[in-house]
């Protein structure tokens, strides 16, 4: 096979393993093939990836760890070999099913989901423990063989990608299981199953709300495990609890029972009832009908109420000041509601790149992928080097939202497929123009809306705080890293005004 070829049937690799059928990822640079060790004369996969070299290296890597596992959940990990022009992992063959294919027909039962979910997290801890991270958990990627084993495919080890996000994925697998839906809180490729339902906060519908008959304690935790205000556990602690769960199938303990080493994990922010209750942060922004139908306020000028904050982890009270506008007598009542936020319809004429000088401007197509309510798709920068400040080029690059007049902008929700990158907000009344002088007087003359985040998690909410604005720029000051370089995909943005 001359290095101009691609792989074909019947290709010989490393002078032993034969392709015999081409499973997946047509046309893909990550293709899965079953073959035959010609020398041991059993069948493998061979997942093979292209190009090799440096972009190969993580997964390389990770093969290493992955063979060293030695973990009964890991699919066990012949070789892995670089030619340069692709590199090749070579793996056991699992005759069975994909956990996906399963739920395509059917949700688990909560004990069943407990402990297969126990299983792949002995996996991905073992994984941690090597120092490398899975970065493709999965329905796909977990495997029910036919002598029943749950089997965890062999690791992507994505730069970029951290341990708490695949303990996410744990958390957004065992909802799948539950509900037979994907949470798009955690971003994932091909998942083959329906987004999960959300409320009309955006916020991921529990488990038991989805399905009856889910213990409520076992929402509670699959709910934290997907809420990224909240510090998840280790891998190998989520086992110990999850198989502790599944000793009574996630039901709701005696109250004198100890509680978990997740502590506040389980019994937590959703642990008090609050499940109809606005997302952290946004509690200023809206009272919930079925919280209050009003808000007493004090006719004086700085009058503060307080909301609550026995729901919020961090036990600190949220504050909201009015001004009272009428009236001549100091002591009146005034009553007031504060409006819910909603999504605003943003079109693909509404968003364009923001790339100031030393931009190239060559970065605008598919912005629109950010709209699309798919996690699977998105936005990219190019690969910067030296530097995660886009290789001290440019201040920064962003997307431009036009919300068509001045509205009050709560929150700005930001999806990424990789964490580590330097996120905020900025503000302005007027768009300069399509142009490399127009972006920069976006540097030079809109104003912060929200601080930027360091170091942003995967998926991020920028409060801004109810202020009024036309024009908003997700700000991106610094990338995360990728592939011996630096780069950004942002899979979706969801603007909530009142």
Not at 77 to 92: L, P, S
Not at 120 to 139: I, R
Request: net charge negative; glycine share 10%; proline share 5%.
């Amino acid at each position: 096979m001359s290095s101009a070829e691609v792989p074909s049937v019947g290709d010989l690799l490393a002078e032993r393993y034969r392709l015999e059928e081409h499973v997946g990822g047509a046309n893909g640079h990550r293709q899965l093939w079953r073959g035959v060790d010609v020398l041991l004369h059993r069948s493998v996969a061979v997942v093979l990836r292209s190009p090799g070299g440096e972009d190969a290296a993580p997964t390389m890597t990770a093969a290493v760890a992955a063979s060293r596992t030695h973990v009964d959940s890991m699919v066990d990990v012949y070789d892995a070999v670089d030619e340069g022009r692709f590199a090749y992992v070579v793996r056991e063959w699992v005759n069975g099913s994909s956990l996906r294919g399963v739920l395509e027909q059917h949700t688990l039962e909560s004990a069943h989901a407990l402990e297969l979910v126990a299983s792949v997290a002995d996996a991905v801890a073992a994984l941690h423990d090597g120092g490398v991270t899975h970065a493709d958990l999965q329905p796909g990627s977990i495997l029910l063989s036919e002598d029943d084993r749950v089997m965890v495919t062999e690791p992507r080890n994505e730069p970029g990608n951290t341990q708490i996000e695949d303990v996410r994925a744990l958390g957004a697998t065992l909802y799948a299981c539950l509900t037979g839906a994907w949470p798009r809180v955690v971003p994932a490729e091909n998942t083959g199953l329906p987004d999960a339902a959300t409320d009309e906060w955006g916020r991921v519908l529990d488990a038991d709300k989805v399905v009856p008959g889910v213990p409520s304690r076992l929402a509670r935790l699959t709910a934290d495990l997907l809420d990224h205000s909240q510090t998840p556990p280790s891998a190998a602690e989520l086992a110990v609890e999850l198989r502790r769960l599944s000793e009574t199938g996630g039901a709701d303990p005696a109250p004198a029972q100890a509680t978990s080493v997740l502590g506040a994990i389980t019994i937590g922010r959703r642990g008090s009832g609050d499940a109809a209750a606005p997302p952290i942060g946004m509690k200023r922004l809206a009272v919930v009908a079925t919280v209050a139908a009003a808000v007493i306020l004090a006719g004086v000028i700085g009058t503060t109420i307080v909301f609550g904050g026995g729901d919020d982890p961090a036990g600190a009270e949220e504050q909201v000041t009015r001004e009272d506008t009428g009236g001549d007598d100091s002591s009146e009542e005034t009553t007031g509601e504060v409006a819910a936020p909603t999504e605003a319809e943003i079109t693909a004429d509404d968003i364009r790149v923001v790339d100031p000088p030393d931009g190239d401007r060559d970065q605008g197509e598919g912005v629109e992928a950010v709209i699309d309510d798919n996690a699977s798709t998105g936005w990219s920068t190019n690969t910067y080097y030296n530097d995660p400040g886009f290789g001290n080029l440019k201040p920064g690059m962003g997307i431009l939202i036009d919300l068509g007049e001045a509205v009050e902008v709560a929150s700005v929700r930001v999806q990424m497929t990789s964490a580590g990158a330097t996120v905020g907000l900025l503000a302005g009344d007027e768009d300069p123009g399509d142009s490399s002088e127009g972006d920069q007087a976006i540097v030079d003359e809109f104003t912060e809306l929200a601080a930027p985040v360091a170091d942003a998690d995967t998926n991020i909410e920028l409060q801004a705080g109810g202020e009024a604005t036309r024009y908003i720029v997700v700000w991106v000051t610094e990338l995360p890293a990728s592939s011996g370089g630096y780069k950004l995909t942002i899979s979706d943005i969801n603007v909530f005004i009142r």
